[in-house]
């Protein structure tokens, strides 16, 4: 079992910065990779990153890519979303989420690929 806890989201100005964790306890020796999603009001969940555990390799929607930077520290089994010149298009709940299992379940960017999710954290950006 892993257990993940994200922090950090809060109300910002648009073209400001937040940066989100992601705690994992638990079976963390068993990460393949790690991925950030979000959901806004009304809208499915909305790949928005992911990082690979093993190569370090990141992967970003199209929506994010430059302005956001997915990182981990590995010390504190924390993985980061770095979020710059934030839109208030960006308002969501950001989802973490963890794939243990090594063999292919699908693409980075679907949901069911992840085994295991946090309870989410309110991000607003303010127009």
């Known amino acids: 079992q892993v257990q993940l806890v994200e922090s950090g989201g809060q109300l910002v100005q648009a073209g400001g910065s937040l940066r989100l964790s992601c705690a994992a306890s638990?079976?963390?020796?068993?990460?393949?990779?790690m991925g950030w999603f979000r959901q806004a009001p009304g809208k499915e969940r909305e790949f928005v990153g992911c990082f690979i555990w093993n190569t370090a390799n990141t992967f970003y929607s199209d929506s994010v890519k430059g302005r956001f930077t997915v990182s981990r520290d590995n010390a504190k089994n924390t993985v980061y979303l770095q979020m710059n010149s934030l839109k208030p298009e960006d308002t969501a709940v950001y989802y973490c989420?963890?794939?243990?299992?090594?063999?292919?379940?699908?693409?980075?960017?679907?949901?069911?690929?992840?085994?295991?999710w946090g309870q989410g954290t309110q991000v607003t950006v303010s127009s």
């Open positions: 989420a963890d794939k243990v299992a090594s063999y292919y379940k699908g693409p980075y960017s679907n949901p069911q690929t992840y085994d295991y």
């Open positions: 638990g079976r963390t020796f068993s990460t393949y990779a």
